[in-house]
């Protein structure tokens, strides 16, 4: 199983990986280092996500046109320029630039690795797509650890640079995968589609920090929500005109590819508000330092690891639709557990072990379901969709609690309880959500039995 293939899909995956938190021990510094005002400065992660979210759109089409190797290749080093492009920036725009292109470098990664494995690993494909999803959490959580050291000794602008020096390694590493590629044929950049999903995207995002100072049916969130309704409206109108649709509608008619395509995006709100959150919650309710809080997450991440490649070989022997229903139930119990134990400390711990066991469970699974049930020549674009709905529940579960704590009193001598209270409603949400798509799990395992029933 572990080839050379297999090395370079752990290794860049884990890079690529570290792009989404490095910059994680700095948010709260964007106004003492760069100037701006907090509301502005948390672009810093908002840019990369929104071209994350929009890359994963094309790249895996494109890849399925021109073939794996050369689309990867460009996807890490593109990641590797956008790092150094913030660390050489004169001012913040130009980090955000920088910050844009890592997340369209990144967006190339995950999904192609999943298409890559599926396509090369056979019966071992599970495996193999776990160790992908292990190296992932390892890289998430590492650039954290990573991060926080860095800026402290060095400073802002050596957390891109060292970075951007690992990520030049996987973009050598890159170009070690076999030529793989299909015969080449001429394809299309949906733009209109792209471009309109990405205004989707940052409506979807001023919407609810327009909410957070101001109702629904204020002149500061009217023009945020009309937005977001036609720029929507224009995108479902681009996909079904297009010829080389970002998102292929056609694929949703399979309603087993749908239901894992919701199930990815409800379990990618869980996922999400547990990665971005534990840190500060750890804060708050425990008392830790930045610095203990950051480290406090290494046991989530450990889980994480563990049933990601656990999980991944259970795949192949059960069925990834029973690993489906397994990470959702486990995630849905970590939020319980995290906000109803009375005794904070276990709560916790107890919380994060059990997140770990959940969220390590739900790339493969999803990807396996979502590749197979998009059929032979799409799986790329399949790959690259169930990445979007998880990347996009990761985008609408922070969004949503970042809007619970803006509305939190933080004036009154409550301000604590206060603040617990919000992180409380926060899990709510998250189990909600989480609960939804155990739902959507549970439904997709009874279709595909009753289809291999009738088969």
Do not use: H
């Not at 502005?40 to 929009?54: D, K, P, R």
């Not at 940052?202 to 977001?228: D, H, I, N, Q, T």
């Not at 681009?238 to 239901?259: H, M, T, V």
Request: net charge positive; with cysteine; hydrophobic share 55%.
């Amino acid at each position: 199983m572990w080839d050379k293939t297999a090395f370079v899909l752990v290794v860049t995956n884990f890079l690529s990986a570290m792009g989404i938190t490095v910059v994680v021990p700095f948010i709260g510094n964007t106004q003492a280092i760069f100037g701006v005002d907090p509301a502005y400065g948390i672009w810093i992660v908002t840019a990369f996500m929104l071209s994350y979210c929009v890359g994963m759109g094309f790249v895996g089409r494109l890849s399925d046109a021109v073939g794996r190797r050369p689309v990867y290749a460009g996807a890490m080093g593109a990641f590797a320029l956008g790092l150094f492009l913030s660390a050489l920036a004169p001012n913040f725009e130009t980090v955000l630039a920088g910050r844009l292109l890592q997340g369209l470098g990144a967006s190339g990664t995950l999904p192609l690795a999943q298409a890559i494995a599926y396509e090369r690993f056979g019966r071992r494909r599970g495996k193999v797509m776990g160790l992908i999803g292990a190296a992932f959490g390892i890289g998430v959580v590492a650039a954290i650890n990573l991060g926080g050291g860095v800026y402290s000794a060095l400073g802002w602008r050596a957390v891109f640079a060292i970075t951007g020096g690992l990520a030049s390694l996987g973009f050598a590493t890159s170009l070690l995968l076999p030529d793989a590629s299909r015969t080449a044929r001429r394809t299309t950049l949906d733009i209109p589609g792209i471009v309109s999903l990405a205004a989707a995207i940052v409506a979807f995002m001023l919407l609810f920090r327009g909410l957070a100072e101001s109702p629904l049916l204020s002149g500061k969130v009217l023009p945020y929500l009309a937005l977001l309704l036609v720029s929507g409206a224009a995108f479902v109108a681009a996909e079904r005109r297009a010829r080389a649709p970002a998102i292929d509608p056609a694929l949703f008619r399979n309603r087993a590819f749908s239901l894992a395509i919701a199930a990815s995006f409800l379990g990618g709100i869980g996922m999400f508000i547990f990665q971005t959150f534990l840190p500060s919650y750890a804060q708050v309710l425990l008392g830790y330092t930045v610095a203990g809080a950051s480290y406090s997450i290494d046991v989530m991440a450990a889980f994480m690891i563990l049933f990601s490649g656990l999980t991944g070989a259970a795949c192949d022997r059960l069925g990834p639709e029973r690993v489906l229903i397994f990470s959702l139930g486990a995630t849905a119990a970590a939020f319980g557990l995290i906000t109803s134990i009375p005794a904070p400390v276990l709560s916790y711990y107890l919380g994060s072990a059990v997140a770990g066991m959940g969220l390590g469970s739900l790339i493969p699974a999803t990807g396996m379901i979502a590749i197979r049930e998009g059929g032979s020549g799409r799986e790329g674009v399949s790959s690259g969709v169930v990445s979007l709905a998880r990347t996009a529940g990761g985008i609408v579960g922070p969004t949503v609690a970042g809007l619970i704590l803006a509305r939190t009193d933080f004036t009154s001598l409550f301000a604590l309880a206060n603040l617990l209270d919000a992180y409380r409603r926060i899990y709510r949400f998250g189990l909600w959500a989480v609960v939804a798509g155990l739902g959507t799990a549970v439904a997709l395992l009874v279709y595909t039995r009753k289809g291999a029933d009738a088969g």
